[in-house]
């Protein structure tokens, strides 16, 4: 009995470990950036005047970017470096523990803005800052085309 169980814990190990190796952390990484782009647009709308305020979708900005700054990090394993249109800078890899805190700095940043909004007036001074981290971590780790 205790092969029996041995044999198919080692057979489930081994297919977790194929399916993490087939994952595309590169397709998921862009997936997920392009949910960031959509939050901010919506939340940058709201800043502007040109969507009305709406505290829900101001909060769910927030936490698509906690999530998002989550996730990132593990998605740049070495073998990424180049292939599937990525424009990761070399300077990911260089710097990894850098990389690692912006995106820990980015996610702490929008869960205090998180808990500073509850109005359009509290949105508006909190949006400005966190979105900020945006534009310093792409001029440091991002090719720019």
Known sequence: MTRILVA?????AGSAAVLAQSADPIAERKALMKSVGAATGTASRMV???APFDLAKAKETFKTYQDVAAKMPSLYPENTKTGGDTS???KIWED???FDA??????KDAAEASAKTTDEA???AAFGPV????NSCHETYRIMR
């Open 8 to 12: 198919v814990l080692a057979l489930a």
């Open 48 to 50: 502007r005047g040109q």
């Open 88 to 90: 990761a800078a070399p």
């Open 96 to 98: 990894k523990a850098g």
């Open 102 to 107: 912006a995106f820990a700095k980015f996610a």
């Open 122 to 124: 509290s949105f508006k």
């Open 131 to 134: 979105a900020a981290n945006c």
